[in-house]
């Protein structure tokens, strides 16, 4: 009888649920372009909500569209230094995001480097194929939420299921749309 296990094995074996935020207008307020960390404030019971999912199993991913870095508002360090931001609030409160990703392009921007069309800008996918094939995640389990229409057709072009968050409190909102099955 043969009981070693495959690598493919062990990894369906070893999947967790994961639950995709996006960011702006979900966990933070969205103010318009927003990367300035002394700028961040969160949305009711986000910062539970990140830890109710930490506490239950779950991977926690940020995935946000960032046009303001192809706009030339802000740049890539920026958004960096505002997840840092985040983290480092929600590490105070005993949660924590497992990524980050962000697509810093739009093809009207007027920064050469980050004006173009890509395929990891929300309604695209790629953000979320990315952090699909590095990470071992279980999609019948997991959910995005988001507050706007292309937030949920990527995550449809997945499989995962999407919820779209409109206001209110996002603990509220998560226990509402999401049963870990």
Known sequence: MNNSKSFCDMHLINTRPAVFFDRDGVLNYDSGYTYK????????????????????????????????????????????????????????????????????????????????????????????????ERWPVDIGRSILIGDKKHDLEAAAACGVPGAHFVSGNLMSFLRKNYLLR
């Open 37 to 132: 960390p002394e700028d961040l404030r969160w949305i009711d019971g986000a910062i539970e909500a990140v830890r109710w999912c930490n506490d239950n199993g779950c991977f926690v991913f940020v995935v946000t569209n960032q046009s303001g870095v192809a706009r030339g508002y802000y740049t890539e360090q920026d958004v960096d230094l505002f997840h840092s931001a985040m983290q480092k609030a929600l590490r105070a409160h005993g949660a924590h995001v497992d990524e980050f990703i962000y697509c810093p392009h739009h093809e009207n921007g007027t920064a050469p480097l980050y004006a173009r069309a890509c395929g990891c800008r929300k309604p695209q996918a790629g953000m979320l194929r990315s952090l699909l």
